[in-house]
């Protein structure tokens, strides 16, 4: 089945633990991308990436990271998550480009305590 | 710097019911994007409009673009309760790779 996975689903966290949410996708797409959904902002996109080592920030990317060493892993990494960074996180994948239709994981919800 | 608005952001309905959500953006682009979100759900694709007098339909769903006016519409015809859900426009910019949404517009139908 075609998907987008991300793990975990859900995690607490204290302020300052770093950590990494892992995304996956098995459609061999090119472009892959991160977004955060807070109530009254829609989704705000963190960083996308083109192919693999090739990454770009997006609207929000303070306090966030990412990597692009394989075609089908995209992991978000927070070293020192704050408790503004509390949200639901979605990942994305599209062919290859923001031009094709993006499919979307399932979400992380993150809360930073 | 881009934006993407919509407008209601809450709207309830009753079922049987013709109703019409606006999304005007800021942005020189020629394809829009309707996704679909149930409660506690990721995003599912509606619509992927491309070009200026694009009209898509899928059952009660009728979504159109007008690319000089930087609108695009999603109407709803004889509203049911299964189309409870918030609704997200989205574009890119025609160069560049960013992808850009909305705030999303909850609709509520009611029997």
């Known amino acids: 089945e075609a998907q987008v996975t991300q793990n975990p689903r859900y995690l607490i966290t204290v302020t300052g633990k770093k950590l990494t949410v892992t995304c996956s996708q098995n459609m061999n797409h090119e472009y892959m991308s991160w977004y955060r959904q807070d109530p009254g902002l829609g989704l705000r996109q963190i960083y996308y990436?083109?192919?693999?080592?090739?990454?770009d920030k997006g609207d929000v990317p303070e306090g966030y990271k990412v990597s692009r060493k394989e075609k089908r892993n995209f992991p978000l990494i927070l070293e020192s998550p704050s408790p503004n960074q509390t949200s639901l996180y979605f990942c994305?994948?599209?062919?290859?480009?923001?031009?094709?239709?993006?499919?979307f994981g399932p979400g992380t919800r993150l809360t930073v305590t | 710097e881009l934006k993407v608005e919509q407008n209601p952001l809450f709207l309830s309905m009753q079922e049987g019911k013709n109703y019409t959500i606006y999304c005007n953006y800021s942005t020189t682009s020629d394809r829009l994007y309707w996704y679909r979100q149930d409660p506690g759900k990721s995003l599912e694709s509606l619509f992927v409009?491309?070009?200026?007098?694009a009209v898509k339909q899928e059952g009660r769903l009728m979504a159109s673009l007008d690319t000089k006016a930087r609108l695009s519409t999603l109407h709803i015809t004889a509203a049911v309760h299964d189309l409870s859900a918030t609704y997200f426009c989205?574009?890119?910019?025609?160069?560049?790779?960013?992808?850009?949404f909305g705030t999303g517009t909850s609709l509520t139908v009611i029997p």
């Open positions: 990436s083109m192919n693999v080592e090739v990454t």
């Open positions: 989205a574009v890119d910019r025609e160069t560049g790779n960013q992808f850009y």
């Open positions: 409009l491309l070009s200026n007098g």
């Open positions: 994305a994948s599209s062919l290859s480009g923001s031009r094709d239709e993006q499919y």
